[in-house]
């Protein structure tokens, strides 16, 4: 394992610390909330933590639960406690850009749900504006898809279609994804609103306002950036 995976590793385990006994906790998808739902996992079968059930935000992260001994539970209108995932990239505000790993709206719906929001990253996902490095996910329905599309590169001119080799990549809620290239000059507000107000758009990867806390892995250690 390289250094910065060890990093990340740590961050992982600074976020678990934070889940209390009985809690209802999101959790998230891709590699760095992998180690968080193992190390979640571990502290349960040591007795360290009881009570916790899990809400998972993917089929991958449900799978890895279920492996690692966590009860979970479907999404439902309870509140949560806490969700613990990672980000594709984390402006100064905390303000993020999630969905690269193709679970934005199902993270969404859950972490909107989370008394707290803690992201795990490593410090390459840290941008001065979102957008700067990765694409905005943009989750699509299927049906009439290429001429949602076309009403998407009216808002944002630059993106394509996620591939999954020749076919188009299909989500775990079966619709399609649109990545698309920001501008460097946006309100992310007001692009949330235009774009969620598309015919054909289910949701964005954009998660503003919603992280209480980043532990950020980076080359000189674990930082703490909050809020």
């Known amino acids: 394992m390289s250094d910065l995976e060890l990093l990340k590793k740590e961050a992982a385990l600074r976020a678990v610390a934070l889940v209390e006994n009985g809690q209802r906790v999101g959790l998230g998808t891709g590699s760095t909330a992998k180690y968080a739902i193992e190390e979640l996992g571990r502290k349960l079968a040591s007795g360290e933590l009881s009570g916790v059930v899990g809400v998972s935000t993917s089929e991958a992260s449900e799978a890895l639960a279920r492996e690692v001994g966590i009860p979970t539970e479907p999404l439902d209108p309870r509140p949560l406690d806490i969700a613990i995932d990672g980000a594709d990239e984390i402006a100064p505000n905390l303000?993020?850009?999630?969905?690269?790993?193709?679970?934005?709206?199902?993270?969404k719906m859950t972490e909107v749900q989370a008394g707290r929001l803690i992201i795990i990253?490593?410090?390459t996902?840290?941008?001065?504006?979102?957008?700067?490095?990765?694409?905005?996910?943009?989750?699509?329905?299927?049906?009439?898809?290429?001429?949602t599309v076309e009403r998407l590169r009216e808002i944002v001119p630059g993106g394509r279609l996620r591939m999954n080799g020749a076919q188009n990549y299909v989500t775990d809620n079966g619709n399609y994804i649109f990545d698309a290239q920001l501008p460097a000059e946006i309100d992310p507000a007001a692009l949330e609103r235009q774009l969620?107000?598309?015919?054909?758009v289910v949701d964005t990867g954009l998660f503003l306002g919603m992280a209480e806390r980043v532990f950020v892995a980076a080359p000189g250690g674990v930082q703490e950036l909050v809020r």
């Open 95 to 107: 303000d993020l850009v999630k969905g690269l790993g193709g679970a934005l709206v199902r993270e």
């Open 196 to 200: 969620k107000g598309t015919l054909g």
């Open 125 to 147: 996902k840290l941008v001065t504006r979102l957008g700067e490095k990765a694409p905005l996910p943009i989750e699509i329905l299927p049906f009439g898809f290429l001429s």
């Open 121 to 123: 990253a490593d410090h």
